[in-house]
């Protein structure tokens, strides 16, 4: 993406560059670690916008994550802030979330990317004006497997995750959060990486797509099973047809949701189709930090 430089401003060691396509790169001051950041031209000061942080799989970069997932076109439209963090480089070169025992610090490096995430919206904060309640996650594989980590350690910080061929923790007693958060996870049946029925990773175990959400179900109180609802979705341009289907909970506490859209036959990298970031977005956006949702 051509990013023509126009505006820099310096803030409390922030460097904010604006650019000819509503998107700004910003300098963490956590260890020099940038991101990019989509503003719509929608955006207006005074006004409390949506944000969401956009996590890429393990390997992959911001750039290849805005460019693939379709948000920043529909964020136009909503008026919605997306960033978009990178991880760490590993021994092999490849970027990484330290998200969970199963992925994907395999250096055992223990960087703390729980507090990097933290310091990106603390310091979007800074220049724009973010609706506090409503924050959200989208992570891709190992990104998804750290907005799950982020729900359970930050759930004061989120009002909604959305998990992409992802998993929660293993163990319950990783994840124990002081609120509510909703979740949808996204999963193909014929995934080979991270499989829809749960395996290992490097001999560390992850669940499957339905017991990830089971886990989230009884910590948002949701009352029912994980129920098969009428509606299909085209999620994936390489399947013809909507070939997604939708399962949810009921009866969730404080308003939350917690939800499996299935991509029937859809492996491990989707191709978004034209309706990804609409459905998305349409999810995230209905959701809004309860404060009373402990």
Known sequence: MNRKLITIISILLLIVVQTSQS????????????????????????????????????????????????????????????????????LAG???????????????????????????????SKIYQVDQKRIYLLGHSNGGFMSYRMACKRSDRFAAIVSV????????????????????????????????DGGTLGGNPFPSAKDSLSKWAKIDGCTSKLTLTKSKLDLDRSISGSESTVSKYSGCKSGTSVELWTINNGV??????????YEVMKFLL?????????
Not at 286 to 294: E, I, L, V, Y
């Open 94 to 124: 490849n970027r990484f979330w330290n998200a969970t025992p199963a992925c994907c610090d395999l250096g055992k490096s223990n960087i703390n990317d729980e507090a990097f995430i933290i310091s990106v919206i603390d310091e979007i």
């Open 165 to 196: 061929a992802g998993a929660m923790y293993v163990n319950s007693t990783d994840c124990v959060p002081n609120s509510k958060v909703s979740i949808l996870q996204i999963h193909g049946t014929s995934d080979a990486t991270i499989l829809f």
């Open 23 to 90: 998107s700004a790169g910003i300098i963490s001051t956590i260890k020099d670690r940038p991101f990019n950041l989509f503003v719509p031209t929608t955006y207006k000061t005074g006004t409390a916008a949506p944000l969401i942080i956009a996590l890429h799989g393990y390997s992959s970069s911001p750039e290849v994550t805005e460019s693939r997932w379709g948000l920043d076109a529909v964020a136009e439209k909503n008026g919605v802030l997306v960033a978009y963090p990178g991880g760490t480089t590993d």
């Open 268 to 277: 491990h990298v989707p191709k978004p189709s034209i309706t990804f970031a």
């Open 286 to 294: 209905s959701k809004s930090k309860n404060p009373g949702s402990m």
